[in-house]
T-cell receptor
Framework: GNSVTQMEGPVTLSEEAFLTINCTYT??????LFWYVQYPGEGLQLLLK?????DKGSNKGFEATYRKETTSFHLEKGSVQVSDSAVYFC???????????FGSGTQLTVLP | GAVVSQHPSWVICKSGTSVKIECRSL??????MFWYRQFPKQSLMLMAT?????????EQGVEKDKFLINHASLTLSTLTVTSAHPEDSSFYIC????????????FGPGTRLTVT
């Protein structure tokens, strides 16, 4: 079956530090890959997505590249801000089914 | 953007009682909604797919008689945890997909259920 393995947290960084959250997946076929973010007290929000190999998703300074050869979709940001503090979830969907398989989530705290 | 609400945001109930959780799409219609369960520091696990006007589709291992899902309108799906036990304590989250082809899903803020 499908599965997503995500870097364990929590992660604590200083403002303007570089962020990487690792994500690898196991799936049949060619899934779509996502990063969702959950701010305190709010629902999950789509941060970025990639629907085919070598696609790069980007939003709000975050980036992730769909690497089929390494089955990875690592999240990166060059300079984090305090407002980026949240829980980040990597997820996949088998095509258009839209049923998501999630990683365990990574809590990010950015200190001023 | 589209908003999905859940009610209540948290609930405490006694063993053996039933609890209903509502999921509403506030500014759009949703013929399909998804129900997830999240244990502390673990993934969201898909429980079932709620379909407006028809029976829900449950994931393997999810007891359909225990987790009753009703999707009676295009903006409301309900999850009822029947005869709740402490092991049912969890965080329940619903979502509704966006336009076909958009890959977007809109998530509710979740409901914390504690069974004593």
């Amino acid at each position: 079956g499908n599965s997503v393995t995500q870097m364990e947290g929590p992660v604590t960084l200083s403002e303007e530090a570089f962020l990487t959250i690792n994500c690898t997946y196991t799936a049949t076929g060619y899934p779509s890959l996502f990063w969702y973010v959950q701010y305190p007290g709010e629902g999950l929000q789509l941060l970025l997505k990639a629907t085919k190999a070598d696609d790069k998703g980007s939003n709000k300074g975050f980036e992730a590249t769909y690497r089929k050869e390494t089955t990875s979709f690592h999240l990166e940001k060059g300079s984090v801000q305090v407002s980026d503090s949240a829980v980040y979830f990597c997820a996949l969907s088998p095509g258009s089914a839209r049923q998501l398989t999630f990683g365990s989530g990574t809590q990010l705290t950015v200190l001023p | 953007g589209a908003v999905v609400s859940q009610h209540p945001s948290w609930v405490i109930c006694k063993s053996g009682t039933s609890v209903k959780i509502e999921c509403r799409s506030l500014d759009f219609q949703a013929t399909t909604m998804f129900w997830y369960r999240q244990f502390p520091k673990q993934s969201l696990m898909l429980m079932a797919t709620s379909n407006e006007g028809s029976k829900a589709t449950y994931e393997q291992g999810v007891e359909k008689d225990k987790f009753l899902i009703n999707h009676a309108s295009l903006t409301l799906s309900t999850l009822t945890v029947t005869s709740a036990h402490p092991e049912d304590s969890s965080f329940y989250i619903c979502s509704a997909p966006g336009l076909l082809g958009s890959y977007e899903q809109y998530f509710g803020p979740g409901t914390r259920l504690t069974v004593t």
